[in-house]
Nanobody, 125 residues
Framework: VQLQASGGGSVQAGGSLRLSCAAS????????MGWFRQAPGKEREFVAA?????????YYAYSVKGRFTISRDNPKNTVYLQMNTLKPEDTAVYSC??????????????????WGQGTLVTVSS
């Protein structure tokens, strides 16, 4: 599956953005989809993930829980990340990723097989 992220931009603290990640391929619904971010000088970190199938169970990093919401639209082959109450520390390049639905952790970036290019989110104070 090929991934294309979009929706980044600049926003003031407290504002909102919605990121989108469009996927190619007919098996999108079989993949667990995740969002990761990388701030300057830091390692790429987990942000959120949503499982495949009808359950749509969601996972979040502690730092974004309650502020960010991940969702997916399988017929549109798209996963979203709604980001509210943004903080300057949310500034990073955000990337979407896909992993097969297996037993491996959704939190570890090494378990994802496919990555999209990043989209930059800048939050000013």
């Amino acid at each position: 599956v090929q991934l294309q992220a979009s929706g980044g931009g600049s926003v003031q603290a407290g504002g909102s953005l919605r990121l989108s990640c469009a996927a190619s391929g007919r098996t999108f619904s079989n993949y667990i989809m995740g969002w990761f971010r990388q701030a300057p000088g830091k390692e790429r970190e987990f942000v959120a993930a949503i499982v495949s199938g009808s359950s749509g169970h969601e996972y979040y990093a502690y730092s974004v829980k309650g502020r960010f919401t991940i969702s997916r639209d399988n017929p549109k082959n798209t996963v979203y990340l709604q980001m509210n109450t943004l903080k300057p520390e949310d500034t990073a390049v955000y990337s979407c990723a896909a992993k097969v639905a297996d037993f491996r952790s959704v939190y570890y970036r090494g378990n994802y097989n496919n990555w999209g290019q990043g989209t930059l989110v800048t939050v000013s104070s």
